[in-house]
């Protein structure tokens, strides 16, 4: 167990909907990644947030959106859904926005039928 | 532009050493990171690997060279725990992984 948490563990949804994935982070770290995973691509990076701010920004589509709110737990936002978006969807955080340990969550697994 | 190849799958048996290689072409360089993932899991950090050479952890070792682009994860004395999928990863300038598609390890008895 990472100590980094993730909700919901599964979710099925319609094409064109919008979801919200949630994720806190380990206690006391304060940076929080999301990377997408399907079989064809691999662990794709998407968005990093360091207390509250935007830090880095990866292979994530326009329709996908996140925030870290001062309580440092992050959302993902994801709308106008497509099958291709089906996915594991992972967080990660780390102690701080350098830190090379990054500790991942179990995941949410999204299912765009 | 960012590339990170490695072998699809390998196959060892119980008790055996296998060593999972991974060649990086990316635009910078902060480090390079071994993550074991075990099929429906998390990735969880085996290694990290910033200078050349050998860093060894108990049964696994992962060494590099920078001017070769070049890495491995040395795994000894195989269990059959260690079946799992073996991602190799590099940092450019920033703190993003970039990850290569991983490994699947079969370990057989």
């Known amino acids: 167990d990472s100590g980094v948490t993730q909700t919901p563990k599964h979710l099925i949804t319609a094409t064109g909907q919008r979801v919200t994935l949630r994720c806190s982070p380990r206690?006391?770290?304060?940076?929080v990644y999301w990377y997408q995973q399907s079989l064809d691509q691999g662990l794709q990076f998407l968005i990093q947030?360091?207390?509250?701010?935007?830090?880095a920004k990866g292979n994530i589509l326009e329709r996908f959106s996140a925030q870290q709110f001062p309580d440092l737990h992050s959302e993902l936002n994801l709308s106008s859904l497509e099958l291709g978006d089906s996915a594991l969807y992972f967080c990660?955080?780390?102690?701080?926005?350098?830190?090379?340990?990054?500790?991942f969550g179990p995941g949410t697994r999204l299912t765009v039928t | 532009g960012q590339n990170i190849d490695q072998p699809t799958e390998m196959t060892a048996t119980e008790g055996a050493i296998v060593q999972i290689n991974c060649t990086y072409q990316?635009?910078?360089?902060?480090?390079l990171f071994w993550y074991q993932q075990h099929a429906g899991e998390a990735p969880t950090f085996l290694s990290y690997?910033?200078?050349?050479g050998l860093e060894e952890k108990g049964r696994f070792s992962s060494f590099l060279s920078r001017s070769k682009g070049y890495s491995y994860l040395l795994l000894k004395e195989l269990q059959m725990k260690d079946s799992a999928s073996y991602l190799c990863?590099?940092?450019?300038?920033?703190?993003?992984?970039?990850f290569g598609k991983g490994t699947t390890l079969s370990v057989s008895s």
């Open positions: 947030y360091y207390n509250g701010e935007e830090r």
């Open positions: 206690s006391g770290d304060l940076s």
């Open positions: 990660a955080s780390s102690v701080d926005g350098d830190s090379y340990e990054q500790y």
């Open positions: 990863a590099v940092r450019e300038a920033g703190t993003a992984l970039i």
């Open positions: 990316t635009s910078g360089f902060n480090g």
């Open positions: 690997n910033v200078l050349d």
